[in-house]
């Protein structure tokens, strides 16, 4: 049984082109979790979803940034626009159920903007 | 809105001490707490999962209990060693998960 997968690991981008982040659950979970890290600060949550479902997206930026969890295939973090403040470390999380199950993370996608 | 908080900062000691890292949150209503470790570059790992009706877990050298209505948490490791040095960090979980800012640990030889 896979773990939580993400690819790319590593991404560079200049400013004002998109970023695109995927992560693929492990196997049987049906809830993902998307969080940052900015260098030397702690993981912060940005948005919460279940296959088609946006259940909770208090933590993402208004503007530029957006997710997503088809029913087929991988969740996809989107940034448009990039810039500088945007590099950072970005993980997901799977789990099972939404509460009182134990959260999996991935390996991450570190973004770099240049 | 949940905050949590974690102590000490950063923790250096010699190999074979027993250490304690506490957390602390400001809203007792969670479902439960998990403790992760973080290599340096690296993704998190899930140590423990202490579900909010339960007083503590245990793993191998890793003991971490659970006070919900005082709203902390302490993370004991007992005999560390070298491979323990990473940064520790404890989550709360109100059907998202609430992230202290860590405790980075250095264990030397």
């Known amino acids: 049984n896979a773990g939580v997968m993400q690819n790319p690991r590593h991404l560079v981008r200049r400013r004002g082109q998109e970023a695109r982040l995927r992560c693929s659950p492990m196997k049987g979970h049906s809830h993902v979790y998307w969080y940052r890290q900015l260098p030397e600060e702690g993981l912060k949550f940005m948005v919460y979803l279940q296959k088609e479902n946006i259940i909770d997206e208090s933590g993402m930026p208004k503007e530029r940034f957006s997710a997503e969890f088809p029913k087929e295939g991988p969740s996809i973090l989107r940034i448009q626009q990039v810039v500088r403040g945007d590099s950072a470390a970005y993980f997901c999380a799977s789990s099972q159920d939404t509460v009182n199950t134990e959260a999996f993370f991935g390996q991450g996608t570190r973004l770099t903007v240049v | 809105k949940q905050e949590v908080t974690q102590i000490p900062a950063a923790l250096s000691v010699p190999e074979g001490e027993n250490l304690v890292l506490n957390c602390s949150f400001t809203d007792s209503a969670i479902y439960n707490l998990q403790w992760f470790r973080q290599d340096p570059g690296k993704g998190l790992t899930s140590l423990l999962l202490i579900q909010s009706s339960q007083r503590e877990q245990t793993s191998g050298r890793l003991n971490a209990s659970l006070d919900k209505s005082s709203g902390r948490s302490t993370l004991y490791i007992a005999a560390s060693q070298p491979g323990d040095s990473a940064t520790y960090l404890c989550?709360?979980?109100?059907?998202?998960?609430?992230f202290g800012t860590g405790t980075r640990l250095q264990v030397f030889p």
């Open positions: 989550a709360v979980d109100t059907d998202k998960l609430i």
